[in-house]
């Protein structure tokens, strides 16, 4: 039997406090609007359940990202530890190319921008198709989705 695909969805997604900690007000509000959009719109599954939609609890836990998927009544459904060793040089280069960003704004042509954002989403994009490689079998989603969540990864590692 095919899953309900409104029920394929995250409902809600929540941070640990007590692992993620509280950030500057800029990583705070980042974070906010990264999960908004998250909720928004996605598409979220868990292979082999069609118990949604999902709440998703992120962790830090041994410098890997907990998720915590649970039921709508709380029930744990799954959880998966996620090294974000193999996203280092991505989240490296995508805040070096976010600054170089920033800056030109001020400065720039718009030509030169353009290319600067070109080369932000073609790195956030990278990041996505990494993390629908590593959630492969874990978690299904679609490419938005994982951009999404790939934005969530981006504001818990920013600093500001």
Same mark, same amino acid.
């Given at each position: %039997?095919?899953?309900? #695909?409104? =029920?394929?969805? +995250?409902? $809600?997604?929540?941070?640990?406090?007590? $692992?993620?900690?509280r950030g500057t007000p800029d990583q705070d509000h980042e974070r906010r609007i990264a999960i908004y959009d998250l909720v928004e719109a996605n598409h979220f599954g868990v292979p082999g359940h069609d118990g949604g939609p999902y709440a998703l609890h992120l962790a830090v836990h041994d410098r890997k990202i907990l998720l915590d998927i649970r039921d709508p009544k709380g029930a744990p459904v799954a959880a998966h530890l996620l090294s974000m060793s193999p996203f280092r040089r991505i989240l490296r280069d995508y805040f070096m190319i976010c600054e170089s960003y920033f800056t030109a704004i001020r400065t720039a042509s718009p030509q030169q921008i353009?290319?600067?954002? %070109?080369? =932000? =989403?073609? @790195? &956030?994009?990278?990041?996505?198709? @990494? !993390? #629908?490689? =590593? +959630?492969?079998?874990?978690? $299904?989603?679609?490419?938005?989705?994982?951009?999404?969540?790939?934005? @969530?990864?981006? #504001? !818990? &590692?920013?600093?500001?």
């Open positions: %039997m095919e899953p309900d #695909a409104t =029920r394929q969805c +995250l409902a $809600s997604v929540t941070l640990d406090e007590a $692992s993620i900690g353009e290319a600067i954002d %070109m080369g =932000r =989403r073609g @790195l &956030h994009n990278e990041g996505a198709q @990494l !993390l #629908a490689e =590593r +959630l492969e079998g874990k978690i $299904s989603g679609d490419f938005d989705t994982y951009r999404r969540l790939f934005t @969530l990864l981006t #504001a !818990l &590692h920013w600093k500001g």
